[in-house]
Every structure is written in C-alpha cells, then in structure tokens.
C-alpha cells in the first residue's frame, strides 16, 4: 500500500515567492496533519483537518500561510510571500480511528 | 496544555546492550496517549510504540517497550539488544485525546548513537 505522499521532496526558492505543498493522505484516512520541523522550534503542528474540515489551525502563521483540503485525498499548504524563516522540512501525516499517524517523507523547504 | 520534556540530548548505547530514553510530561487531561517515534537521518519519522493513559500494562513492540510510570507522568522508551540501525534521533509525543485522531505534542528528541 502506497503511504503518505508529499510533494515536491525538495524545494528552493527565493523570499517573496509563493510556495505550495502537496500532500496525498492513505487512502481511507480521516485525518490529515502538517507539521514543521525546525532546529530551532523542533517539531510543531501547524494545522490539522477531520473529515476535510480544519480542526485547529493555532499553530499557523494565518498572515502568509493557507492549508486546504478539497477533497479526501488532497491537501495543500501554501506560503505566500514566503521568507527565510520558513525554511524547514514540513511534514504531513493522516490518521484513521486507530492510534498511529503515518508520516510522509517530508519537503525540505529553503527559502533564499 | 500538555508539555514533552526528553531531558538527554544525546545517548551512547554498545550494541547488544539495552538502552533507556527518559520522557517526562505535563497533562491536566484525564485522557491521552504517548507515542515515540524515530527519525533516522535520512529524515522519516517512523511511529515505534503506543500507551494509553488507562492502559494497565506497559506496552511492548518487540524489542521496544514503555516503561509507563502514570504517577511521575515518565514514558521511558526502553530498547533491548540495540542495534547499529537503531542509531537515530528519538521523539516523545503526547497527544490529548488517547490516539493519534488530535495534534501531537513533540519533545526535543534524544539522539541515540550505537557503536559496534
């Protein structure tokens, strides 16, 4: 069975440009996640959606950053203007009823 | 609000011997679940174990298991017959509702290094 894809796997662009990651939950998972991870900060939630709907989005910059799920099996993450804080891997993971959150691979994300 | 604390920021383990990753946390929720996860360093992050607040017993996956102390609020991770592939950093994680359907709540990690 295929896991949680994310893509692009790596992305390097320049302050002030729009970012857009891409992540397909498993198949049949209700429960979609993005996190960031940081030297500085670790790792942190950013927003998590249930069913499509976003549940919490307290740990997203609101100002540049945007998440959306148009459908089960789709989600992005969106960063515009991006900056170079915002360089960092970010991750997405779904879930279903039971205990574990599959991760993806992760975006390693460089803004210049 | 819930709190992970991993207090060792790097261990050194001899292969074969077992090992002891300490996580301490802080909850006022009756109800949650504690996780590890492992991230090696080609960057995945890779779930290892699971407790329940209200589980009895300690879990156990096969040669993981969860030293769960509810009364301390500690989830140790303990690693029996370490291998050279279990060189990675560690994470502890708390999630408020029992499972993993609400956020994770990450600790720093632990970077654990096995020598031959």
């Known amino acids: 069975d295929a896991g949680v894809i994310q893509s692009p796997r790596h992305e390097v662009t320049e302050m002030g440009q729009e970012v857009t990651l891409r992540c397909k939950p498993i198949?049949?998972?209700?429960?979609l996640f993005w996190y960031r991870q940081t030297m500085m900060q670790g790792l942190e939630l950013l927003v998590y959606?249930?069913?499509?709907?976003?549940?919490?989005d307290s740990g997203m910059p609101k100002d540049r950053f945007s998440a959306k799920m148009p459908n089960a099996s789709f989600s992005t993450l969106k960063i515009q203007p991006s900056e170079p804080r915002d360089s960092a891997v970010y991750f997405c993971?779904?879930?279903?009823?039971?205990?574990?959150?599959?991760f993806g691979p992760g975006t390693r994300l460089t803004v210049t | 609000a819930q709190k992970i604390t991993q207090t060792q920021p790097g261990m050194f383990v001899q292969e074969k011997e077992a090992v002891t990753l300490d996580c301490t946390y802080d909850?006022?929720?009756?109800?949650?679940?504690l996780f590890w996860y492992k991230q090696p360093s080609s960057g995945e992050m890779i779930f290892l174990i699971y407790?329940?607040?209200?589980?009895?017993q300690n879990a156990t996956e096969g040669r993981y298991s969860l030293n769960f102390q509810k009364a301390r609020k500690s989830a140790n991770l303990v690693i029996s017959a370490s291998q050279l592939g279990d060189s990675a950093m560690y994470f502890c994680?708390?999630?408020?509702?029992?499972?993993?359907?609400?956020?994770?709540?990450f600790g720093t990690g632990t970077l654990l290094a096995v020598q031959p």
């Open positions: 994680a708390i999630s408020p509702d029992g499972g993993a359907t609400n956020k994770l709540i």
């Open positions: 198949s049949g998972h209700d429960y």
């Open positions: 959606f249930n069913n499509k709907a976003v549940m919490d």
């Open positions: 993971a779904s879930a279903n009823q039971v205990y574990e959150q599959y």
């Open positions: 909850t006022s929720d009756p109800s949650y679940g």
């Open positions: 407790q329940g607040s209200y589980d009895q």
